[in-house]
């Protein structure tokens, strides 16, 4: 049994098809220490985000994870603090918390998510 302040409310981009895909692949990864994660569908729900602290549009382009205790981390901070409650995934998420990985990373990430939102992935 988890307890409340052990989950995780993780904000994600339901019409995203890669989005869906990294939610599956994580459920699939974290077996039953998925349970302790609840996933929150954006789409939508701009007042409900504005609410929690969160500015929509960069709801859309960074990752959001509210801890148990309320704490909204984003970005590579929630990537980190997402993987890390997965023992297959702890070493990754040590590997983009280094002080050259991280940068690098969030660069890449938001050039994908950049283009993802232009409509220039095909979509």
Do not use: N
Not at 2 to 19: E, I, M, N, R, W
Not at 89 to 110: F, G
């Amino acid at each position: 049994m988890t307890h409340a302040q052990d989950k995780l409310l993780v904000f994600y981009d339901g019409s995203c098809p890669a989005c869906i895909k990294d939610r599956r692949w994580y459920e699939k990864l974290a077996g039953r220490t998925g349970e302790s994660v609840e996933w929150l569908d954006i789409t939508g729900r701009d007042e409900e985000l504005r609410q929690q602290g969160i500015d929509p549009d960069k709801a859309l382009r960074e990752l959001h994870v509210k801890d148990g205790d309320g704490t909204i981390h984003r970005e590579m901070d929630a990537y980190i603090l997402l993987m890390s409650r997965v023992p297959l995934l702890k070493p990754v998420a040590w590997l983009i918390s280094l002080p050259v990985i991280r940068p690098a990373l969030a660069q890449l990430y938001h050039r994908w998510v950049d283009r993802r939102l232009s409509g220039e992935d095909g979509r």
